[in-house]
Every structure is written in structure tokens, then in C-alpha cells.
DNA sequence: GTCTATAATATGATAGAC
DNA sequence: GTCTATCATATTATAGAC
């Protein structure tokens, strides 16, 4: 008998399959619960797997969690990387802000998934803030400074100003819940839109156009 | 012999003492791993006590867990019930968002406590979104409209206007770790309290004076 | 690849001596 | 009031049949 190959990887659209099963539903538990607080067997509940069918392809809880932060990092930093130094400072930063805040009522999960990683202390991500996020918001920065030195923007702190932006846009998102108590209705992705660039953006406009 | 007395309230000092260093540790460590993550061994620990003991004062963890919630949950709305229909629109609005932003500096593991619970839904504090705080918000944000239609202060949506300062102010205590990642350093509290007063009411001047 | 059964561990909570 | 010892349970992870 000819030498039986070593098992070849069969079945691989099903890995695929599950892989992405798995985690979409790991993004709704972890979202929910933290990573602490989510169990393998939530997420295979939610995955209509069995748990040792799970640990299969995620050998640990942790795996599953580290997957996830990855998957969806780079999706997250798209909006910024698109700031365009050559188009009008106004505009892109109304850009900016509009596919953060959609982000924000369109991926949710997403965002509480950081916002409850960063809250803890960021003990899985803390390379990829000092390094790839450090790196693109010192670039960006350059970009909002130049546009203020060109007397296209009015004066602020380019960081300051991209921490309050975060701010404002994920808030939609991770409190959600508090900002729906308040309102005492399930809040209107358009009106918050508007408001958010109004609120952050007039003050910038230049002195003297 | 005379009828001994049930035993009366001894020690209610060191009582007083014990839950004091109990709640101070458990806020340490719910600010960090959320009610979940925390475990009452770590508290007792860091409270310098026997986990027995420490269950002798409270029955539950989730006794300590709310009794904490409670126990700052006032202290949290007290700048914002400050604000002044008499005063000057722009000094009371730079007054709350100072006082936010020295709460965030003081005081950020309080900060990132209500951050989580609210993250994870707000089980145990739902009511007290709906009710307390939804009432007083409802109140401040009559204050700004009247004075927005009294042309004291640029036209902004009150409700937006009041998310997005506590969105910012809160950004700085619960993302700590990735403010300090971004700018390479600890955060200075006195230039970003500049820069976030510049930022949020810059646009709010109204525009006929 | 998927399952049942179970090992190994962590953790909330209690019993009972002192 | 405080401690040691321990129970009961929940949960991560693995072994091994199919």
C-alpha cells in the first residue's frame, strides 16, 4: 500500500464556518458580560454547539476573546486612516465623526467589547495602543495642527480633540442604556448625529474665513 | 441575678471601621475587574482581612457591590444639580464640566465602577437611571433651553449637549490607560481640562453678544 | 468533527471552635 | 468578632467513544 498521506486539511470551509459562528457569538456574550463574566457555555449555547465542539476549535476561553479584539481592530481605525490631509479640514472632520457615530449604532457590541477591555486596563491590546494607535493618532494629530497653522481651523489641542470625539461617538454605544433612561425612549440615530457634529465641530470653524 | 439584656449594638466604631475598609477595598478591585471579575478573596486581601470576616459584614458579595453603588451615587450628580439658572450660562456650564473633570481625576476608580454597571446594562441601578437622574436631567436641560432662548448661549440640543460633556469628562478617567498610551505619558489634569473647556463651550458663545 | 462524561480548579458561602 | 476548615457549586478544560 502507497504511503497514506498525513491527513490533509478537509472540511475547511466548515472550520471557516464555525470559526465565524463561534465568533459572532462570542461578540455578543463578551459584549455583554466581559470577559470574566462571559462562560464558554453561553457562547456555545448561543452557537448551538456543544462546549467541547467549541474548545475544538478555540482550545481556551482566552483564544476566543484575543480572536475577536484582532478581528475587529483594524475595521476600527478605517474612519481615521481616511482623514485626508488634502481635503477640507470642516469636512473631514464632519466625515470623521459621521462613520464613527455610525459605527457606533450600527456595531454597538464592537464597541462595549473595547470600551469594557480598556476599562480593565487593556491587558490583551496594551502593544497595539502604544504601538499601531499611538503611531496613526500622532500622524492624524500632525494633519489637524497643520490645518490650524494654515488658519483653516480654529485653534484646539488636535489630541484633546481626538479623545473628545471618541468620547462623544462610543458614548452612543457603550451607555447606551443610561442615555435611553434619560431620554425615556430608545434614542434616534439621525437627531444624535446632527447633534454630536454640532456640538463638537462649531466652535471650530475658522476666525476669519 | 438581674435579667442580662440582649446583647447590645458593641463595638459599632469598629464596625463602622470594618465596613469602611471593606468598601474602600472593593472598590479597588470592582473598578478594575467589574463585579464579575472581582472575587471576594480579593477583597478580603486587600482589606486586609479573612473572607469569613469579611462576609460576617456583609452576607453577599453583591451586598458590598451595591451598598458601594449607593454609597456614591449622590456624590456623582451633586455638580450637576449645582448648576445655576441664575449664574452666568457659560461660567455655570465651565464650572460643571471643571468639577467633572477633577471628579475624573480624583476620584477614577468611582468613575470606571459606574462605567461597568452601566456598560453591562445597569442591573442594579436601572431604577435610579429612570427615576433620580432622568428627573434631573430634565430639569438642567430646561436651564440651558431657557437660556439658549433667552440668546445667552448658542442654540445646541440640551440633552446631546449634556451627554456629550459627561462622555468627555468621563473618557479620562475610564480610558486612562489609552490616553496615556496615546500621548506616551501620564496625563496632565490641568492642560486637558483646558483643552476640554476650550473644546466643548468654544462653539456655545452666542453669536450677537 | 462531534459527542458524553468527567477531571481539575476556582469561588461564593457556611459551620463551628475560640 | 474573628478565625480555620470545609461544603457546594460553577466553570474551564480534557479524555475518549463514536
Redesign the interface.
Known amino acids: 500500500m502507497p504511503h497514506a498521506k498525513a491527513k490533509p486539511a478537509i472540511n475547511t470551509r466548515i472550520q471557516a464556518r464555525n470559526k465565524e459562528l463561534i465568533l459572532e457569538a462570542a461578540l455578543e456574550v463578551f459584549s455583554?458580560?466581559?470577559?470574566?463574566?462571559a462562560t464558554v457555555d453561553q457562547i456555545a449555547a448561543r452557537a448551538d454547539m456543544s462546549k467541547p465542539n467549541l474548545l475544538y476549535y478555540f482550545r481556551r476561553k482566552e483564544d476566543i476573546y484575543v480572536a475577536l479584539l484582532e478581528h475587529t481592530l483594524s475595521d476600527w481605525l478605517e474612519p481615521l486612516r481616511a482623514l485626508d490631509p488634502a481635503g477640507d479640514p470642516l469636512a473631514e472632520l464632519s466625515r470623521y465623526i459621521t462613520a464613527k457615530m455610525q459605527m457606533s449604532e450600527a456595531n454597538p457590541m464592537a464597541s462595549?467589547l473595547f470600551?469594557?477591555e480598556?476599562?480593565?486596563?487593556?491587558p490583551m491590546i496594551?502593544k497595539f495602543?502604544?504601538g499601531p494607535?499611538?503611531q496613526l493618532?500622532a500622524e492624524k494629530a500632525e494633519v489637524i495642527r497643520f490645518w490650524m497653522a494654515n488658519g483653516k481651523l480654529?485653534h484646539?489641542?488636535p489630541?484633546?480633540?481626538i479623545?473628545?470625539i471618541?468620547?462623544?461617538t462610543?458614548?452612543?454605544a457603550?451607555?447606551s442604556?443610561?442615555?435611553e433612561?434619560?431620554?425615556?425612549r430608545r434614542e434616534n440615530g439621525r437627531?444624535?448625529q446632527k447633534?454630536?457634529l454640532?456640538?463638537?465641530?462649531?466652535?471650530?470653524r475658522p476666525r476669519q474665513p
Not at 118 to 122: E, T
Not at 181 to 184: H, K, N, Q
Not at 198 to 204: E, H, N, S
Open positions: 455583554v458580560s466581559g470577559f470574566r463574566g462595549r470600551a469594557n480598556i476599562l480593565h486596563g487593556a496594551e495602543l502604544k494607535l499611538k493618532v480654529a484646539a489641542d489630541y484633546h480633540l479623545f473628545a471618541w468620547a462623544v462610543q458614548h452612543y457603550d451607555f442604556v443610561q442615555v433612561a434619560v431620554l425615556g437627531s444624535a447633534a454630536v454640532d456640538i463638537l465641530l462649531r466652535g471650530l
